[in-house]
């Protein structure tokens, strides 16, 4: 299993930007899909995903301002993220469970800055 993210950039604060995660197979067999970020100095956390069993988690300093979707047909599931503030600024992984087992993308960057 392959997770290839893009979409990360400089974006200044209050804007928008749009995170995509491929998948090399069926998205609709992870259990679990989704999002961490890790900004420097930090611990790796949970942005947002989307479980077969309890649905959609967002992460209580996202919600409001960033949305995730699945496309199955794509096989991608993508992070529409609004209302940017500095402390958004990490790279943003792609995550997914399949079994026992945790896969990782390489992580794109996101920049909030004026």
């Known amino acids: 299993v392959q997770l290839q993210a893009s979409g990360g950039g400089l974006v200044q604060p209050g804007g928008s930007l749009t995170l995509s995660c491929a998948a090399s197979?069926?998205?609709?067999?992870?259990?679990?899909i989704g999002w961490y970020r890790q900004a420097p100095g930090k611990q790796r956390d949970l942005v947002a995903t989307?479980?077969?069993?309890?649905?959609?988690v967002y992460a209580d300093s996202v919600k409001g301002r960033f949305t995730i979707s699945r496309d199955n047909a794509k096989d991608t599931v993508n992070l529409q993220m609004s209302s940017l503030k500095p402390e958004d600024t990490a790279v943003y992984y792609c995550?997914?469970?399949?079994?026992?087992?945790?896969?990782w993308g390489q992580g794109t960057l996101v920049t909030v800055s004026s």
């Open positions: 989307i479980s077969r069993d309890i649905g959609t």
């Open positions: 197979g069926t998205i609709s067999r992870f259990k679990t």
């Open positions: 995550y997914a469970v399949r079994g026992r087992v945790d896969y």
